[in-house]
Structures are given as C-alpha cells and as structure tokens.
C-alpha cells in the first residue's frame, strides 16, 4: 500500500504565506457578505470622527487583512503567494511573519502621521503596504532575478523592478492627484520599515552584504592606525629582526631536545647546555 500522497496546492505553499492567504480570503467574503464590517477593520486617521484611541491597536493590524473589491484582494494575494513564500522558505516562518507584521504595521502608523500633516480623514484598509516590504526583501535578496510585468514581456530584474516602482510611489504620492484613493505613502511606509528591520538583523550577520557594506564605509571614516616600533632590550631591533632571531632560537632548541632524545643529555656540548639552560629561564 503506498502510504505518499502528493500535498496538495494549500499544502504546497509555506504556513505563514498559506495562513495569510487564507485569512484575507476567509475577510474579503465576510465583508463581501456583510458590508458594514470593512468599517470595524478600518484604520481611521486621527482627525476622523471615527477615530477611536483604544482601537488604535487592534485597527493597526486588521486593516492590513481588509481589502475592497476582488481586483485588491486578487493583486495583493498574488503578490504574497509569488514572493512571499519564496522569503518565508529562506527565513524560516517566525522571522517572515515578524517581517511582515512590522511592514504592514509600519505602513499603517506613516498613513496615519500622513493624513494628520495634510489633514485627510480617508480610512485606510489593504495589504499592500506589506506587500510592499515583501517587494523590497526580494529585491534585496534576489537583486539579479529577472521578473516579468504583466502585459509587458521585458525581463526586468528585481533591483531595479523595486527601485523603479518605490520611485513611482513616492511621485504618486506627491502629485496627489484628483480622485486617487491609493495609499501611496503606505506603500512607501511599508518599504521603510522593511529595510530599517532588514538592516537591523543584518548588522551583526559577518556574510551579510549590508554588513561588510556598512564596515566598508565605516573605514572611509576611520584614520589610519599608526604602526608602533617596539625595541627589545638595550638594541633597537624592528619587529622583524626580533621576529627572526626568536624563530632562529626556537630551531636551535628543538634541535638540541631532538639530539637529547636520541643520544641522551650526556652527549651535549658544554655550548649546547648552556642554550638550552638559559632557553628554560626565559
């Protein structure tokens, strides 16, 4: 009897990649059905009548498992599912759920100090602020790998693909646009926290890129130590003259024990003797 089945596609997909899918689909069809909900889950800003000062903290992280239509959910998901379980296979799944939650929250918390500088009281709701931080952690840990945008069949490769689209978030941003809805600043909050957390761990790890760029440009700043000429004993010798003359007495030594070993102590000069006796009392 073949006890191996195959997994099948759920299974396929790493736990906390599979677990967010899951979570947002299981919201988007309680919202779909009960639409009023969206409005508990919502991140208000702080000018907002809606805005509620306990739910603050419970509003950061629902709000990021909330999307509107199928078309926010559809992209997002995807985004997770095609990046997010290749992070979480190379992390593990404690320090990717710890990294998205940072992103998301973090997004959240530059929506809301954005909207408390321009005055808006839209709510905030979606993923993609997440997503977003995923984008930016595989195009640092896969910067050569060529991606293809839909509709457009040009290889691209990822560290310029994250580049590229966090520079048309931020002039998005700015240009504040009639009638567009879209957290831009989320998105870019997102980014941030990814790579503040990202260089964080990375600090301390010696193969990490960031950490021997960081000591790399560290040592731009750091003057040239100077070199300390050491004497010994009345003669001033450089290093490597007493280098060389302590290796020449170590030779000398073993070749005196090797002639003691084989023909015994007797058979040495009164020379010998006394190498190796003042040898001892060093």
């Given at each position: ?31 779909s059905v009960f639409e009023p909900l969206w ?81 808006s009281v839209s709510p905030t709701i979606g ?20 991606l293809y945008l839909m509709f457009i069949p ?129």
């Amino acid at each position: 009897m073949n006890l191996y089945q195959k997994p099948g596609f759920l299974n396929s997909i790493p736990p906390v990649t599979r677990n967010i899918l899951i979570i947002n689909v299981l919201v988007w069809l309680a919202c779909s059905v009960f639409e009023p909900l969206w409005f508990y889950l919502a991140l208000f800003p702080v000018d907002s009548i809606y805005f509620i000062p306990y739910q603050l903290p419970y509003r950061l992280v629902t709000f990021m498992f909330t999307q509107v239509g199928f078309s926010h959910l559809f992209f997002n998901m995807f985004a997770v599912y095609m990046f997010g379980r290749v992070i979480e296979s190379h992390w593990g799944a404690k320090r990717f759920l710890t990294y998205y939650m940072v992103c998301g929250i973090g997004s959240g918390l530059i929506q809301l100090l954005v909207c408390y500088l321009t005055g808006s009281v839209s709510p905030t709701i979606g993923a993609s602020g997440a997503v977003f931080g995923i984008l930016l952690a595989f195009g640092m840990m896969f910067p050569n790998v060529s991606l293809y945008l839909m509709f457009i069949p040009i290889p691209i490769k990822a560290k310029y693909f994250v580049v590229g689209y966090g520079l048309i978030e931020l002039y998005m941003g700015f240009a504040n646009r009639v009638g567009d809805n879209v957290a831009h600043f989320a998105h870019l909050g997102g980014m941030l926290f990814g790579i503040i957390l990202i260089l964080y761990w990375g600090r301390n790890h010696y193969n990490s890129p960031l950490y021997k760029l960081k000591n790399k440009i560290s040592g731009l700043f750091k003057k040239p130590e100077k070199k300390m000429k050491v004497t010994y004993g009345g003669n001033r010798k450089s290093d490597y003259e007493y280098n060389v003359g302590k290796n020449q007495g170590n030779t000398e030594i073993d070749r005196i024990l090797d002639k003691i070993k084989k023909s015994g102590y007797n058979c040495l000069s009164e020379e010998e003797k006394k190498k190796l006796f003042d040898a001892s009392n060093k």
